[in-house]
């Protein structure tokens, strides 16, 4: 089986990489740390398998997006999400991106082996207490809010847009979130894209209406 390393780290990588080529059955034959190099690496390769870091570290090019995107280029790779979130947005997010299967960071060497071989195998595959959740989120009986709305988002842009339901300018937000008021507004720039927002007012309406913005705060 060839499987493809997604991940913004390159000790988790090698890490990752040293386990999977433990087992004679599976070869790494590509690696990246951000959107584009993992669908060119996943299309040159060939290959069968990509597990799949969430979180990549850029703006606007989450593992959501890139699991979207080999869906649509490469729909027969099975897309494996390993990733530390372990929240219901992410994880209803990834499954609707087309993610055949979801382990959270710290899975033992023999379950990600088991995952990578089932997911190549055309099987879904979850990590313990995720399988049940997966389920009453898609019956709409989880706790993942706006899941039309929100799942697209990155955990990072989701916390911005949440200031800028609260009507807070760009300069607060910065220094509310310890960040420069410039990646603020890469990330407002993004949000707008992602949700096709004409306008600031636009997206605070829709961000409101997504259950964002509801904490009060000076």
Known sequence: MKVVLVDDHPLFRFGLRAALESSSDIAVVGEAADLDSAVA?????AADVVLMDLELGTPGASGIEATRRLAA??????????????DDDHLLAAVRAGARGYLVKGAGREEVLHAVRTAAAGGAVFCA???PRVTQLLRGTGTARNPEVLPQLTAREREVLDHVARGKANHRIAQQLGLSEKT???????I???????SRAELVARARA????EDVDD
Request: proline residues 2%.
């Open 41 to 45: 690496a996943t299309l040159a390769t």
């Open 73 to 86: 280029e490469a729909p027969t790779v099975a897309v494996l999400v390993l990733t530390m979130s372990k």
């Open 129 to 131: 207490g995720v399988a």
């Open 184 to 190: 603020v507004r890469n990330h407002v720039s993004h």
């Open 192 to 198: 707008l894209d992602k949700m096709q927002a004409a």
């Open 210 to 213: 997504a259950g964002l913005g």
